[in-house]
C-alpha cells in the first residue's frame, strides 16, 4: 500500500501548482483523503479533505478560495491545485488516505501517508 506524492516546487508568489497523489490500490476509492502540510519546527497540519466520492470536500481557512481538491477513482489519484500561492504555504505536503469514506481532518484519521512533497513559494 503505497501513495505517491509529486508536483511541488519553487513558484514566486501568486504563482500556480497542482499537486497530485496516486495510490497503488484501489481500495483507496473508499476513503476519503487529504492533503496536510509541515514546515520546520512546526506540526502536520490540515489542508484539504475529500470525501470517497468526491463531493465533499473542506479547507482549511488559510486557503480556501485559493486550493482546490479533487480526485478520480478511476485513476487512483487525488489533486491539490493551489493558486495564488503565498509565502507562508511554503512547506512539505503530504497526502493522506483516511480511515473513513467521509472527511478526515486530523492526522490521527489516516493510516497511509505519501512521502511528501516541497513546495517553495518565493516572495
Known amino acids: 500500500v503505497q501513495l505517491q506524492a509529486s508536483g511541488g516546487g519553487l513558484v514566486q508568489a501568486g504563482g500556480s501548482l497542482r499537486l497530485t497523489c496516486v495510490a497503488s490500490e484501489g481500495t483507496f476509492r473508499s476513503v476519503g483523503m487529504g492533503w496536510f502540510r509541515q514546515s520546520p519546527g512546526k506540526e502536520r497540519e490540515f489542508v484539504a479533505a475529500?470525501?470517497?466520492?468526491?463531493?465533499?470536500?473542506r479547507y482549511t481557512g488559510s486557503v480556501k478560495g485559493r486550493f482546490t481538491i479533487s480526485r478520480d477513482n478511476a485513476k487512483n489519484t487525488v489533486y491539490l491545485q493551489m493558486n495564488n500561492l503565498k509565502p507562508e504555504d511554503t512547506a512539505v505536503y503530504y497526502c493522506?488516505?483516511?480511515?473513513?469514506?467521509?472527511?478526515?481532518?486530523?492526522?490521527?484519521?489516516?493510516?497511509?501517508w505519501g512521502q511528501g512533497t516541497q513546495v517553495t513559494v518565493s516572495s
Open positions: 493522506g488516505a483516511g480511515r473513513f469514506p467521509g472527511l478526515n481532518i486530523q492526522v490521527d484519521h489516516y493510516n497511509y
Open positions: 475529500i470525501n470517497r466520492d468526491g463531493d465533499i470536500t
